[in-house]
């Protein structure tokens, strides 16, 4: 079973769309798919009401998911850790303890846009619009990443 974590630093906005957007393509029963937040700001939350919308208009039920914090045990929990950003994968290669764990961490733009070391931008602050935005991207992401599993497995 291969196993997926999507991190952004709330664990409301994005991650939860990179979650349920990934989980909508693959068959469950084959890849295990989660996601987690750099800070604690919002452990147990469910996610932002915005992300919760954006994904209904897509016929994408996200929820039931709760917010928690990334922890050191994730690197032994997943194969494959991917973060939405440039900070957010500062805080998390910093958390890495081998370079093994280090190797497993991917900014998930660079499934789209390959090297350009993309951010996908905090909608949180920002109106409706970006959350559209967010949404397309992590479409567009999600596709190529099951492009590559299935390749894979
Ligand atoms: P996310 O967005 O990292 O995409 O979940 C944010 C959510 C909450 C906060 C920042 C970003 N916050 O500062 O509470």
Known sequence: MMRVLMVC???ICRSPLAEGLLKSKLDPNKVFVDSAGTSNYHVNDAPDKRSIAIARKHNLDISQQ?????EVKD???FDLIYVMDNSNYKDIVKLARTNQDKKKVHLILNE??????ADVPDPYYGGDHGFQHVYSLLDEATDEIIKKINKDS
């Open 9 to 11: 630093l709330g664990n």
């Open 66 to 70: 709760r917010g928690r914090q990334f």
């Open 75 to 77: 690197f032994d929990r």
């Open 112 to 117: 789209l846009f390959v090297d350009e070391n």
